[in-house]
């Protein structure tokens, strides 16, 4: 995600969280972050409020226990009319292909009001029904397609 804002031009500081020592390694090699911190997104993120213009979280909603408590994280850390771009594993008619790996997946409406009660107006919703690829938990040879929905949100004012 980094590489991708700064090759459109995005000058600003870059932070980047995981819980993943190796994989905050593979993304300081980047050196397209300014710094990063590993950090369990299922607690009170460590940034003063209104700290960031954006926030992007890709590929990781689907792993929290508290997706509620991340948001209202999220709202916290963004400025006024701040946006959050947002991944979560979309819920569709079948089984949850990966329930078994414990991802959770999550419906247009649920999203929409989870973003809603913490603070959010969505500004744009979009769903790749193959954002990747895993072999299925009935028949390893087999792959199985993951559908993703993209939110793009704005922070609403007065609303930390
Ligand atoms: C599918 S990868 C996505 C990585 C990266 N965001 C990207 O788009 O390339 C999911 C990442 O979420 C991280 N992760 C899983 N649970 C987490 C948690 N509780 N707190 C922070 N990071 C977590 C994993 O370590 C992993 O790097």
Redesign the pocket.
Known sequence: ?AKELRRSGMKGNIVG????VG?LQRAFETECYSSVIC????NDLPFTSAKFDIVT????TE??SNVDHFLAQLRRMLSDDGEAWITFQYKTDSPNPIAHQGMKEYSKSEIERMMTRNGFELLNFTVTQEAYFLPSPTDKSKLVAIPFAMVRAKALKNNK
């Open positions: 995600m969280l995981d819980i993943s994989m950090h369990d997104l299922d979280c890709c590929g990781a792993m929290l």
